[in-house]
């Protein structure tokens, strides 16, 4: 493919798609790389994930740099100033450089009579930067946070918010899940050990490796074999609760795009799992993950407020994973555009949505049966409060395992070496 674009130009464009738009980032960026050689692809998702993980500050800085904000048609060259001062300030790209293909972009963008405009706030960046940004460090635009989320993070962990703000803003480890089928843990790490990839275990979870370094997966052995699968630590804490069995009926519920079923299956290969998701386009991930390791699952379009439009009404299972639509705010260092695409008033509409779903499918375990709630939320109503008035509605659910009726289910928070964000309470019904 001859390099005829401006990487800059399309990474302007996909954050326009995120911010204007409200797509996520992991829905724009397959399309827009498909149109880029191999090698601009890992740089194109550098400068578009940074930008929106440093959000506030390149928009502060912008508006120090101009009279006035770009809007209208113009808007995109607003986006791409961010790109050009990303590049500055967090890329090993050569200044020069940065500068010359962000003036470029304009053309590309079909504004070329502000080019001059372009390259005049990029200079002026350079010459100020120091300044600009130690002015930066005293306002809020330093936490790259929406205020409202700040809010929330401050009332529910008002000891440690700021430590989970930092750790929001770094760029996430890189866990691996060895298959268990193919090797132990420890065989595997001797594996790495030979291609000289240096991994550390996790001391809670037996299936988790950490790259002290991350690389790509060709370099990883077996990947194309199944012999790992990249899947963070705090993920793989799911089926350490629901200790799946052989021969077990197994519901992997809001299962896209497939991570925790195939975890299940290796497990518990002999188990028989139905994975079911509202989103049909996503359970294309759930498919080809299937088929990367020679796995089987009955997979299911379907609402899990709705079970019996999925599935037959005296269909009971032993086990359920219950990984419940939230609001990902564990997640937000491998997802910044959580930050921009969440609001305030969405977090009363999930926890509406979550209690429906623990409603609707409560009557699908057998007795004796093992439900897991998990999310990738670090916000007390998707979990503790969440989980306290479903023990509190259903006198026939004991919490076992994490934590007690006071202090309901175990909460993971993102620090800059360990897991996500994640949330898991076990439930057995009496």
């Given amino acids: 493919m001859a390099n005829n674009y401006n990487l800059r130009a399309i990474a302007a464009t996909a954050i326009s798609q995120v911010l204007d738009r409200?797509?996520?980032?992991?829905?724009?960026?397959?399309?827009?790389?498909?149109?880029?050689?191999?090698?601009?692809?890992?740089?194109?998702?550098?400068?578009?994930?940074?930008?929106?993980?440093?959000?506030?500050?390149?928009?502060?800085?912008?508006?120090?740099?101009m009279a006035k904000v770009l809007t209208g048609k113009q808007r995109p060259l607003h986006y791409l100033l961010m790109v050009g001062l990303y590049q500055l300030l967090y890329t090993r790209i050569p200044a020069h450089a940065a500068v010359a293909e962000t003036v470029n972009g304009a053309v590309a963008l079909k504004r070329p009579q502000l080019k001059g405009l372009v390259n005049g706030v990029?200079?002026?960046?350079?010459?100020?930067?120091?300044?600009?940004?130690?002015?930066?460090?005293?306002?809020?635009?330093?936490?790259?946070?929406?205020?409202?989320?700040?809010?929330?993070?401050k009332q529910a962990y008002p000891d440690n918010w700021e430590s989970i703000v930092d750790a929001n803003n770094q760029r996430p480890p890189m866990w691996l899940r060895v298959n268990r089928l193919h090797h132990t843990r420890d065989e595997y790490l001797a594996l790495l050990q030979e291609v000289e990839i240096e991994a550390i275990p996790h001391p809670g979870y037996p299936d988790a490796l950490r790259l002290v370094v991350p690389c790509s997966v060709e370099r990883l052995p077996g990947f194309e074999q199944g012999w790992i699968t990249v899947q963070d630590a705090s993920a793989q804490g799911c089926i350490t609760f629901l200790t799946p069995q052989n021969g077990e009926q197994i519901l992997d519920l809001c299962a896209a795009p497939g991570g925790k079923t195939t975890h299940i299956l290796e497990a518990a290969p002999k188990a028989h799992v139905l994975a079911v998701d509202i989103d049909e386009t996503r359970l294309t991930r759930v498919k080809e993950n299937l088929a990367r390791l020679n796995m089987h699952a009955d997979v299911r379009q379907g609402d899990g407020r709705a079970p019996s439009t999925w599935c037959d009404d005296g269909k009971l299972f032993d086990r359920i994973l219950l990984d419940a639509p939230c609001s990902a705010t564990g997640v937000i260092r491998r997802h910044p555009d959580i930050k921009w695409l969440r609001r305030d008033r969405d977090i009363d509409e999930l926890v509406i949505v979550?209690?429906?779903?623990?409603?609707?499918?409560?009557?699908?375990?057998?007795?004796?049966?093992?439900?897991?709630?998990?999310?990738?939320?670090?916000?007390?109503?998707?979990?503790?409060?969440?989980?306290?008035?479903?023990?509190?509605?259903?006198?026939?659910?004991?919490?076992?395992?994490?934590?007690?009726?006071?202090?309901?289910?175990?909460?993971?928070i993102p620090a800059p070496e360990e897991g996500d964000g994640f949330f898991y309470a076990k439930i057995v019904k009496r």
């Fill in 122 to 153: 990029m200079r002026q960046f350079q010459r100020e930067q120091q300044s600009l940004l130690e002015r930066a460090q005293q306002n809020d635009s330093r936490f790259m946070h929406p205020s409202w989320l700040l809010a929330r993070l």
């Fill in 354 to 412: 979550q209690k429906e779903i623990l409603d609707a499918i409560w009557p699908r375990l057998k007795s004796g049966g093992v439900m897991v709630y998990a999310t990738c939320s670090i916000l007390p109503q998707e979990n503790q409060l969440q989980i306290t008035h479903f023990l509190q509605n259903h006198s026939d659910a004991e919490l076992v395992e994490t934590g007690d009726t006071a202090h309901p289910g175990i909460q993971n």
């Fill in 22 to 65: 409200g797509q996520s980032l992991s829905a724009v960026l397959p399309e827009l790389q498909q149109k880029i050689n191999d090698k601009d692809r890992a740089l194109l998702q550098e400068l578009c994930f940074g930008c929106l993980r440093v959000l506030p500050q390149l928009e502060w800085c912008i508006q120090q740099l």
